[in-house]
């Protein structure tokens, strides 16, 4: 595999323990995680583990690897993940594999038949990986229109981000994060119904998975203090937004960013 596509995290769900231990070792063998699952219920379970691909194996009874193919494409934070099904051998198919009004609902991104060499698995793995981008689902909550609308036209222009919905106080950017399961929560620190540290403290507590970036009109120490006290793992000031907007947002998706004073400042405190 190329580097682009090493030491990603790949989710297999297959009954067959032999085909799974080939598998594994073969991905492994090209710097890869590999987590298996022998279940739909066990597979649903480890998604919360965020796979870079899923595979799709054989598991019985027949009609189980249709449920969970749904439920993937079903669900808000797992619908862009590559997808591989694996149908059962021929004389399999009547236990485990697909019937043929289920392989017309099919929304996989490859599918193939066993018998299979885990090998020839690997170039097709390589290729989804690189042609499916994963992209930072960003929600923007902002009282002002203006705001909002400056504030999205940045992010479209970013090739690595993509609004998902827009809020225009605390308590609807709260109600929204469950449904379009954001990756950043963009939010701005005052906004009326709910302030945007009391959605931050209820965003943090309810989706974990869902980051914070705070807007502020101003950066006073205490607001700092006050939204990473809330649960943000981020702050900027409103007047910076244009030129570090994008910075920031990719910085909260992989840790966290604050103004350099930040740290000083905590370290003063304590």
């Known amino acids: 595999m190329s580097k682009k596509t090493e030491n990603k995290k790949i989710l297999i769900v297959d009954?067959?323990?032999?085909?799974?231990?080939?598998?594994?070792?073969?991905?492994?063998?090209?710097?890869?995680?590999?987590?298996?699952?022998?279940?739909?219920?066990?597979?649903?379970?480890?998604m919360s583990e965020n796979p870079d691909i899923v595979v799709v194996g054989t598991i019985g009874p027949s009609g189980e690897a249709f449920s969970l193919h749904k439920w993937l494409k079903s669900h808000p934070q797992y619908k862009d993940i590559p997808l591989l099904v694996l149908d059962a051998k021929y004389e399999d198919r009547h236990e485990k594999g697909w019937r043929k009004f289920e392989g017309?609902?099919?929304?996989?991104?490859?599918?193939?038949?066993?018998?299979?060499e885990p090998a020839l698995l690997v170039p097709r793995i390589q290729n989804l990986l690189e042609q499916v981008a994963r992209l930072i689902k960003v929600l923007v909550a902002d009282d002002h229109t203006m705001v909002r609308d400056g504030i999205c036209a940045?992010?479209?222009?970013?090739?690595?981000?993509?609004?998902v919905?827009?809020?225009?106080?605390?308590?609807?950017?709260?109600?929204?994060?469950?449904?379009?399961?954001?990756?950043?929560?963009l939010l701005d620190i005052q906004m009326p119904v709910m302030s945007g540290v009391q959605a931050t403290k209820?965003?943090?507590?309810?989706?974990?998975?869902?980051?914070?970036?705070?807007?502020?009109?101003?950066?006073?120490?205490?607001?700092?203090?006050?939204?990473?006290?809330?649960?943000?793992?981020?702050?900027?000031?409103?007047?910076?937004?244009?030129?570090?907007?994008?910075?920031?947002?990719?910085?909260?998706?992989e840790g966290t960013y604050f103004p350099m004073n930040f740290a000083e400042m905590i370290a003063t405190k304590h």
Request: charged share 30%.
């Open 202 to 253: 209820e965003i943090v507590k309810q989706y974990p998975q869902t980051k914070v970036l705070i807007l502020t009109q101003y950066d006073e120490e205490e607001n700092m203090l006050v939204c990473a006290e809330a649960g943000a793992l981020g702050f900027l000031p409103k007047k910076a937004a244009s030129s570090q907007l994008a910075t920031g947002v990719r910085a909260v998706y």
């Open 154 to 163: 940045v992010l479209a222009l970013q090739k690595d981000m993509s609004v």
């Open 15 to 46: 009954d067959e323990s032999d085909f799974v231990d080939a598998f594994r070792m073969t991905m492994k063998a090209h710097s890869n995680e590999v987590i298996t699952t022998s279940s739909r219920a066990e597979a649903q379970e480890k």
């Open 165 to 185: 919905g827009e809020a225009s106080d605390g308590k609807e950017a709260l109600e929204k994060v469950p449904r379009l399961m954001p990756d950043i929560a």
């Open 104 to 116: 017309m609902q099919l929304e996989a991104d490859e599918f193939l038949t066993k018998p299979i």
